[in-house]
């Protein structure tokens, strides 16, 4: 028979409502449960609720498995669960790459953490190769199992564990990292995005290597290059990163010329490359600088640019500082919408989970009447289809996009 613990009567309606956490301020007397253990969720009454993982030095005490008590969580069930989410990504077009040049993309989000089943978990597939974070104490308490059950399903070649993110430290764990199964004949391997070619080290920069999940902003940011009308067309991609958006752009319009912003190197040099695999080297430029302090200059030298693309990191990490993350997005737009030509266009995102789309939209806004810019919004987006949402998880919509028309 396995632990159990009980909800208290005053948040058993709220929980029926579908959110995957539990805080701990609405659990029963939770004492004497093994951290990292799965144990059945009940009422005050005892009535069965859900099966979860704990953790009683996270201020998230449970985390959600199933709501169904016929399934018991072992390889089976996570087995399954992999086998669940590829369909998914089959019918947004994804799959594995199979040897046979087909594909047009070969990177894609597996397995996106408590919208796929896997609460503290992501999966990340380059190719044949899968990269791995494991967020959470209760999905490193059954790493074995899942590794075992994503092996059976996926068959890759190797899979790279990239656990180091700042959950890891919330939930009482170090950081992990490395290659864990197969072998990586060299660090960089190549994908396909759309049709166009990319390098990443699995083994070292942001996130699990690349951001999977701008994919379809970038595919509709080269739409609307496509259609650009003038002489010109001027691009400056601020927190360029590997440069994936100016490639795109580069792609799209023959006469784009692509100005790359960051203030890493090795990720500038990389963009390069971006553009040399592509074919379109000729129309990219790099600067290495601080993207609030080389807005003023280009501000104070009235250099113009007719696309503008803001892609910064996140801002905050909680609450407390969602006030200090709206000043920073204010100020980077108010720059950015000044350096823009009449009729030009930005891109402008956020992935600061705590700051929500509507809040970004009135800072935005704001940014807007300082500049004293009329916009006009032209698409109103966020994460791909291999990032989906639980309608009852705002927590886990981070992305948040904006494309607008300076008029």
Same mark, same amino acid.
């Given at each position: 028979?396995?632990?159990?613990?009980?909800?208290?009567?005053? +948040?058993?309606?709220i929980?029926?409502?579908?959110?995957?956490?539990?805080?701990?301020?609405?659990?029963?007397?939770?004492?004497?449960?093994?951290?990292?253990?799965?144990?059945?969720?009940?009422?005050?009454?005892?009535?069965?609720?859900?099966?979860?993982?704990?953790?009683?030095?996270?201020?998230?005490?449970?985390?959600?498995? @199933?709501?169904?008590?016929?399934?018991?969580?072992d390889?089976?069930?996570?087995?399954?669960?992999?086998?669940?989410?590829?369909?998914?990504?089959?019918?947004?077009?994804?799959?594995?790459?199979?040897?046979?040049?087909?594909?047009?993309?070969?990177?894609?989000?597996?397995?996106?953490a408590?919208?796929?089943?896997?609460?503290?978990?992501?999966?990340?597939?380059?190719?044949?190769?899968?990269?791995?974070?494991?967020?959470?104490?209760?999905?490193?308490t059954?790493r074995?199992?899942?590794?075992?059950?994503?092996? +059976?399903?996926?068959?890759?070649?190797?899979?790279?564990?990239?656990?180091?993110?700042?959950?890891?430290? +919330?939930?009482?764990?170090?950081?992990?990292?490395?290659?864990?199964?197969?072998?990586?004949?060299?660090?960089?391997?190549?994908?396909?995005?759309?049709?166009?070619?990319?390098?990443?080290?699995?083994?070292?920069?942001?996130?699990?290597?690349?951001?999977?999940?701008?994919?379809?902003?970038?595919?509709?940011?080269?739409?609307f290059?496509?259609?650009?009308?003038?002489p010109?067309?001027?691009?400056?991609?601020?927190?360029?990163?590997?440069?994936?958006?100016?490639?795109?752009?580069?792609?799209?319009?023959?006469?784009?010329?692509?100005?790359?912003?960051?203030?890493?190197?090795?990720?500038?040099?990389?963009?390069?490359?971006?553009?040399?695999?592509?074919? @379109?080297?000729?129309?990219?430029?790099?600067?290495?600088?601080?993207?609030?302090?080389?807005?003023?200059?280009?501000?104070?030298?009235?250099?113009?640019?007719?696309?503008?693309?803001?892609?910064?990191?996140?801002?905050?990490?909680?609450?407390?500082?969602?006030?200090?993350?709206?000043?920073?997005?204010?100020?980077?737009?108010l720059?950015?919408?000044?350096?823009?030509?009449?009729?030009?266009?930005?891109?402008?995102?956020?992935?600061?989970?705590?700051?929500?789309?509507?809040?970004?939209?009135?800072?935005?806004?704001?940014?807007?009447?300082?500049?004293?810019?009329?916009? +006009?919004?032209?698409?109103?987006?966020?994460?791909?289809?291999?990032?989906?949402?639980?309608?009852?998880?705002?927590?886990?919509?981070?992305?948040?996009?904006?494309?607008?028309?300076?008029?």
């Open positions: 028979m396995s632990d159990s613990i009980r909800l208290i009567p005053a +948040r058993e309606k929980f029926a409502q579908g959110h995957p956490w539990v805080f701990s301020g609405a659990l029963v007397n939770p004492a004497g449960l093994p951290d990292g253990a799965t144990v059945d969720l009940l009422t005050t009454g005892g009535d069965w609720l859900a099966r979860g993982y704990f953790n009683s030095r996270s201020q998230i005490a449970l985390r959600i498995w @199933t709501r169904r008590p016929e399934e018991t969580v390889g089976a069930f996570f087995e399954n669960r992999f086998r669940d989410a590829l369909r998914l990504r089959h019918l947004a077009g994804l799959d594995f790459f199979d040897g046979t040049n087909r594909q047009t993309t070969t990177a894609f989000r597996w397995i996106n408590e919208a796929d089943g896997f609460p503290g978990l992501i999966v990340d597939v380059f190719g044949s190769v899968c990269v791995t974070q494991f967020q959470t104490l209760g999905v490193e059954r074995a199992e899942i590794l075992e059950s994503l092996v +059976r399903v996926a068959q890759p070649t190797a899979i790279i564990d990239r656990s180091d993110s700042e959950s890891r430290a +919330r939930e009482g764990l170090p950081p992990t990292g490395g290659l864990i199964y197969g072998a990586l004949p060299e660090p960089e391997i190549e994908f396909r995005e759309n049709g166009l070619h990319f390098r990443v080290n699995l083994l070292e920069g942001q996130k699990t290597g690349y951001y999977l999940d701008q994919r379809e902003n970038r595919r509709r940011i080269a739409d290059a496509r259609n650009w009308e003038g010109e067309f001027s691009v400056l991609n601020a927190f360029s990163y590997t440069g994936a958006f100016g490639v795109y752009l580069a792609e799209a319009h023959s006469q784009a010329r692509i100005l790359h912003l960051d203030e890493s190197a090795p990720a500038l040099d990389m963009a390069l490359r971006h553009h040399e695999i592509n074919g @379109t080297a000729d129309r990219a430029e790099i600067l290495k600088a601080n993207a609030f302090q080389q807005f003023r200059r280009f501000r104070d030298e009235r250099r113009q640019f007719d696309l503008i693309v803001l892609d910064p990191p996140k801002f905050a990490a909680g609450q407390d500082h969602v006030d200090g993350a709206c000043r920073g997005y204010k100020d980077l737009n720059l950015a919408l000044k350096l823009l030509r009449p009729g030009g266009l930005l891109a402008t995102f956020s992935c600061t989970g705590v700051v929500s789309r509507e809040l970004f939209r009135k800072v935005i806004a704001g940014a807007a009447l300082d500049a004293r810019r009329e916009v +006009r919004i032209l698409a109103d987006t966020g994460h791909g289809p291999d990032h989906p949402l639980l309608p009852n998880f705002p927590e886990g919509e981070y992305l948040k996009g904006l494309f607008l028309r300076v008029t």
